[in-house]
């Protein structure tokens, strides 16, 4: 009897473990999905709308998940973790006008970014390389 208590005992604690890893694997994964959703739901908006340019954008939809970026691209480039531009990192470009960072928008895990263009006036999903100064990309949750 002793050895069947000491079993199940074990078989608990090792669920228990288990679990508390998936769930903050989970969290990490469900924040940047998360923001990717949300980043979705902004497709066709005007451009600069709710103050949705460029960084605003970015930090209005990380904002609806807890995180709260400044509200300038260089500034967010300083902000997180770098990353290989998975689902929900926030992506960066140096455009060339001799500013630095100058644009940022949000991966998808596909090869593009949503972002707030200027070119299109609209919140829109552009293949990652068709914007010009890829500078890199950061997790920031």
Same mark, same amino acid.
């Given at each position: 009897?002793?050895?069947?208590?000491?079993?199940?005992?074990?078989?608990?604690?090792?669920?228990?473990?288990?679990?508390?890893?998936?769930?903050?694997?989970?969290?990490?994964?469900?924040?940047?999905?998360?923001?990717?959703?949300? =980043?979705?739901?902004?497709? +066709? #908006? /005007?451009?600069? $709308?709710?103050?949705? *340019?460029?960084?605003?954008?970015?930090?209005?939809?990380?904002?609806?998940?807890?995180?709260?970026?400044?509200?300038?691209?260089? =500034?967010?480039?300083?902000? +997180? #973790? /770098?990353?290989? $531009?998975?689902?929900? *990192?926030?992506?960066?470009?140096?455009?060339?006008?001799?500013?630095?960072?100058?644009?940022?928008?949000?991966?998808?895990?596909?090869?593009?970014?949503?972002?707030?263009?200027?070119?299109?006036?609209?919140?829109?999903?552009?293949?990652?390389?068709?914007?010009?100064?890829?500078?890199?990309?950061?997790?920031?949750?």
């Amino acid at each position: 009897m002793r050895r069947c208590v000491v079993t199940l005992l074990c078989c608990a604690l090792l669920s228990a473990v288990s679990l508390a890893v998936s769930s903050e694997e989970a969290f990490a994964y469900d924040t940047g999905q998360a923001a990717l959703d949300e =980043a979705y739901s902004w497709i +066709g #908006t /005007p451009y600069g $709308a709710y103050g949705a *340019d460029c960084s605003g954008f970015t930090q209005i939809v990380y904002g609806d998940q807890g995180v709260y970026l400044p509200d300038d691209p260089a =500034a967010q480039w300083s902000f +997180g #973790t /770098p990353s290989s $531009a998975n689902a929900g *990192d926030l992506v960066f470009y140096d455009e060339g006008w001799g500013y630095g960072i100058s644009h940022v928008g949000i991966a998808t895990g596909y090869g593009t970014i949503i972002h707030s263009s200027t070119y299109f006036g609209i919140v829109t999903e552009t293949p990652m390389y068709d914007i010009p100064g890829y500078v890199g990309s950061v997790d920031p949750s």
